[in-house]
């Protein structure tokens, strides 16, 4: 049988997949030996191609976590990548907390305050909103309110995402006559019996634009204990904050 022809979501994974290498190699190649700001050596860094994780090797800065700064725009994300990626019409962002780079889809890895991974979320810019594909375990079981918040979280201390992402001013929940925050979802995250949460959000009037106030990149994810009343300012009476994650940017 014929093989079935590569969709162009395949092959822009692929092209980005090789660039990624291709980057790496002819960065390590330009870096001075002994250089005290970018050390060439080749360290795993996470892929992600429309939200399928894909390894491949790059160097990366001195320090561990950064790649070197011939790749890096704004001290935030790569070049090459970002500039291939416009080429194909196919988004590219970069999350520092977890050294990765997500093309297509922005992979928010989500973990507890333990800094246990309890799976991801793929946010998907669209034209009137950003959908939300949501895939975890680990959770209390039941129903758990779920917010974009205005800040990265530093380390594993979820109150460092600050309030709700609320640019409007408004209040919060879709049940209150004077809301809702634009990092309110419609409803809340239910987690099964044993954990599992698998669902489809869309949060209206954002975007993953990197210079847009309206963005959710470079912001937070937070799931609460207990469920949103969508009402309740500020956040629902959803109770304690018990996951998040870092959008990329």
Request: with cysteine; proline share 6%.
């Amino acid at each position: 049988m014929p093989k079935k022809p590569l969709g162009k979501r395949h092959l822009a994974a692929s092209f980005l997949c090789g660039a990624v290498l291709f980057s790496g190699l002819s960065a390590a190649a330009a870096t001075p030996t002994g250089s005290s700001v970018v050390s060439a050596v080749s360290s795993k860094l996470t892929f992600f191609a429309f939200g399928e994780r894909q390894a491949v090797q790059t160097p990366t800065g001195s320090d561990g976590t950064l790649p070197p700064q011939s790749l890096v725009y704004n001290g935030t994300t790569y070049v090459p990548l970002r500039a291939i990626g416009d080429m194909l019409g196919v988004p590219v962002y970069w999350d520092a907390t977890n050294n990765a780079v997500s093309a297509g889809q922005a992979k928010t890895i989500v973990k507890n305050a333990d800094g246990k991974v309890l799976g991801s979320i793929d946010f998907t810019a669209e034209d009137k909103g950003v959908r939300a594909n949501i895939n975890l375990t680990g959770l209390p079981p039941g129903k758990h309110g779920i917010h974009i918040h205005q800040s990265a979280i530093k380390g594993s201390d979820f109150e460092t995402a600050k309030s709700h992402f609320n640019p409007t001013g408004h209040q919060h929940g879709h049940d209150n006559p004077k809301g809702a925050h634009l990092g309110d979802f419609t409803m809340n995250l239910t987690a099964s019996s044993t954990g599992s949460a698998k669902a489809e959000m869309f949060l209206e009037g954002v975007n993953l634009k990197r210079d847009s106030s309206m963005s959710i990149a470079g912001r937070s994810v937070i799931i609460h204990a207990g469920l949103d009343d969508q009402k309740t300012d500020p956040s629902g009476d959803s109770g304690d904050r018990i996951a998040g994650g870092n959008i990329p940017k």
